[in-house]
Nanobody, 126 residues
Framework: QLQFVESGGGLVQPGGSLRLSCAAS????????IGWFRQAPGKEREGVSC???????YYADSVKGRFTISRDNAKNTVYLQMSSLKPEDTAVYYC????????????????????WGQGTQVTVSS
């Protein structure tokens, strides 16, 4: 039983934008910090961004200034607005909740996040 469904990915040219959505079910979204992660072929999964219920947020250095994470607890959905996309952003993007509750302090530790969705493919290419 999936607790997250990611959507919004696709093919975009360098410099373009996409907005990813992460629809949650089966739990109260406001009780958890939510992280976005990505994995490219042949590479390790990396943390991209994390947002707490207060909307305090964290970004990896590689996406800072280009990506914006947000949440709508009433809709049980987390978003990732991606701008100025680069080819190196190409990956499958996943969202997950912090197993310990509402904290982004361990965002770089993917193994402490869970309830992974199926992911959505983002391809940045001309």
């Amino acid at each position: 039983q999936l607790q997250f469904v990611e959507s919004g990915g696709g093919l975009v040219q360098p410099g373009g934008s996409l907005r990813l959505s992460c629809a949650a079910s089966g739990f109260t979204l406001s009780n958890y910090a939510i992280g976005w992660f990505r994995q490219a072929p042949g590479k390790e999964r990396e943390g991209v961004s994390c947002i707490m219920s207060s909307s305090s947020s964290y970004y990896a250095d590689s996406v800072k200034g280009r990506f914006t994470i947000s949440r709508d607890n009433a809709k049980n959905t987390v978003y990732l607005q991606m701008s100025s996309l680069k080819p190196e952003d190409t990956a499958v993007y996943y969202c997950a909740k912090y197993r310990g509750g509402n904290s982004c302090a361990r965002m770089k530790e993917g193994n402490v996040f869970g309830s992974w969705g199926q992911g959505t493919q983002v391809t940045v290419s001309s």
